[in-house]
């Protein structure tokens, strides 16, 4: 067999990692039926087998309900009530038998036909809200078909192991349900960082790379392929070389996760004896689990937005408290800090479109401008604080009277509760992400104002660098190393220390190698990562010493630019502890940490 | 046989969750109920009918009941719409 050539097909990594594995190409449509005409005295027992197979697919959505309920909690069981609901559809159901009885036709067919006459008026809607649904539409119809047909239908429950799926996206009921056991990688035409899927892979540490343009048209079934999570790619049919390169990428990236995971129990401690709080941030519920698996102590950020963009409608109080209960139940006694929502205007009013959406009306100004709608959220985390340790965060505040004001809010938000006898932590700790330079500049006034600042890195490089890093002609330009932010951040660690509570780091900052080195040298008492990246900062915390962290902290202050500072800083990570940056570096070589 | 009109409130409509929802509590009731927008009749107990509706936010929707427990599958039914959210 003539050797296939080699393909790179780039994409956009969503969950770290490498896989090397065979094509499963993963479609989703109604397959064309044969069409069988029946002979009049067996549409009683065609009918008949119709409906065992509608059974069947009830019962599978409803073990997946719970499945997926306790799992991820109930908000990503939403679609499965839809999904039950379509699946007894009476219009589907008794047009289908209809066409059973009286057409003579075959199950499989009559009920392909039918749903496809149903859902016409359905594909070509112009609303786009309902043009969604038919992939809802398209998954319980392959549901019950595959049931008709005798398991015909590849699933994703049932491939074997180091199998790397192929697909423009998936269904939510097989992206919920991904078993990274038997899923090795995965690899989407469709999507974008913050898909339903690109989610789920990341939670269940499946290396993924999305938005891969004509990936369907190049890949096929059974070919040999490797996934690169680290620099998104898709490597169809890889050359001995690029296979071999690739397999001791793997391999070390194996051994790698072994050594890390060895720290799990493990303190966050320095070599000189300074502990750490390492926390996670998360977005939902499972990844609590993992993070807890990995050793976080708590949750550093809780990003509520995904409790609101993750439906249509937003959340009810008890919807939030119920996923804010579970998260805080989770994680006991460690702390979890809830960010109030951080959305921008266009999210929360349909049609609400800004020029300067960055510096516009989002984050806490919006929650301030929309009491009820921020109450609600405000009632649901002091009411889950009955559970674990809650800590509440503003996002986004660039003005104390913008902190007294939300104070005020939780106030009068608790005398609610009291009087309605609901339980909750009267003590829970308000805090500010710092993420706007004028927060940072005015750090020891917030500090005197609340019980801890948590320094979003990602934000306060965009602000103070006016930088949107989303775009390309000036992302370049984006380095949370530049000396301007690197100053912000040693003045709200201090400013936090001389008021006497406590400061983290929450963004990108705290998972790079050399910001943790910085950050140990400026004194930071905790750092939160994502839950992927806790082993790799653990391990980092460990092989240094404070002291040695402030000399190398100091002698970076003084430069000018963010590249003589990344310089310096792998410079003296390389001298100063050779051993870690060589098992830091190791995979991916020497990229400066980037 | 029972007739009203609703205008259809909330961000987005009768989507999906309410739909289901509203079939739900359809199911309930013996009375055949429907739906109609711009015309377009459809059956109030089939989600997929309910869909391709495509009611938007601030349409004009038309619940018909007819049946033995047509008052009382109105009222309720007449709510989950105007609490569509």
Known sequence: MPAAKELILRGMPVSRGFARGRVFVYRQYLPELVERRLKPRETAAEVRRFRAAVEHAKAELGALHQRVKSDMGRDFAEFIDVQLALVADEELLSETEQAIRENYRNAEYAYAETLKRLTRPMTGAAASLFRERVLDVLDVGSRVLKHLLGEAFPSLHSVEAGTVVVARDLPPSEAALLDSKRVAGLVLEGGGKTSHTAIMAKAKEIPAVVGVESLLREAKEGQEVVVDGYRGLAILDPTPRRLASYQSDIELYNRHREILAGLAEQEAVTLDGRMLDLSANIEFLTEARTARRNGARGIGLFRTEYLYLSRLTPPTEDEQYEVLAEVAKAMKPGPVIVRTFDLGGDKVVPGYVESNPFLGWRGLRLCLDNLEFFKRQLRAMLRASAHGTVKIMFPMVATIEELRRAKLVVASVKRELKRERVEFDDGVEVGVMVETPSAALLAERLAKECSFLSIGSNDLTQYTLAVDRGNERVAGLYDHFHPAVLELIRMTIAAAHNAGIWVGLCGEFAGDPLGILVLVGLGIDELSVSPALLHEAKKIIRSIDSGTAREIMQAAMKLGTALEVRRLLRRELHRRFPKLAEFIFEIGGDNGGQ | ?85
Not at chain 2, 22 to 39: I, P, T
Not at chain 2, 45 to 50: G, Q, V, Y
């Open chain 2, 1 to 85: 046989m029972l007739r009203c009109r609703v205008v259809i409130p909330g961000p987005v409509g009768l989507h999906a969750r309410p739909a289901a929802e509203f079939v739900r509590e359809a199911e309930k009731y013996r009375s055949r109920v429907r739906l109609a927008k711009d015309g377009v009749w459809v059956n109030g107990k089939s989600i997929l009918s309910i869909l391709t509706l495509a009611a938007e936010s601030g349409s004009d929707v038309t619940l018909e009941v007819s049946g033995p427990d047509e008052n009382e599958a109105l009222a309720a039914l007449r709510t989950k719409l105007e609490q569509v959210t």
